[in-house]
């Protein structure tokens, strides 16, 4: 059974940083697309960044260049380093994992194994 744990969320000021992990059991590592979403209240979970099973790496326009995603295949664990924080980045972050040969889909609906989600909090 697939299962995604996230931790690493928080409250920070703009301009701050955090780091995210998401540590995951029960399934082959290398063979999933892994990514990061978000979602504010009343706004739709948009994806963050994604790294497939190339490790090639993809962001939302909205981050490119603050935030970026890796894995540690030892750990099995994703991450997501986020810099230069804005209020707008306020959110649940969540952990998303799907099996696939290639690449990553950028769509939620797209991804069948989820995490609980952390908070992250940006304060002006």
């Known amino acids: 059974q697939v299962q995604l744990v996230e931790s690493g969320g928080g409250s920070v000021q703009a301009g701050g940083s955090l780091r995210l992990s998401c540590a995951a059991s029960g399934y082959t590592w290398r063979r999933y697309c892994m990514a990061w979403f978000r979602q504010a209240p009343g706004k739709e979970r948009e994806r963050v960044a994604s790294?497939?099973?190339?490790?090639?790496?993809s962001y939302a326009g909205s981050v490119k260049g603050r935030f970026t995603i890796s894995k540690d295949n030892a750990k099995n664990t994703l991450y997501l380093q986020m810099n230069s924080l804005e209020p707008e980045d306020t959110a649940t972050y969540y952990c998303?994992?799907?099996?696939?040969?290639?690449?990553?889909?950028?769509?939620?609906?797209?991804?069948?194994?989820w995490g609980q989600g952390t908070q992250v909090t940006v304060s002006s």
């Open positions: 998303a994992a799907r099996w696939s040969s290639g690449s990553c889909v950028n769509s939620p609906s797209w991804f069948n194994h």
């Open positions: 790294i497939d099973t190339n490790n090639y790496t």
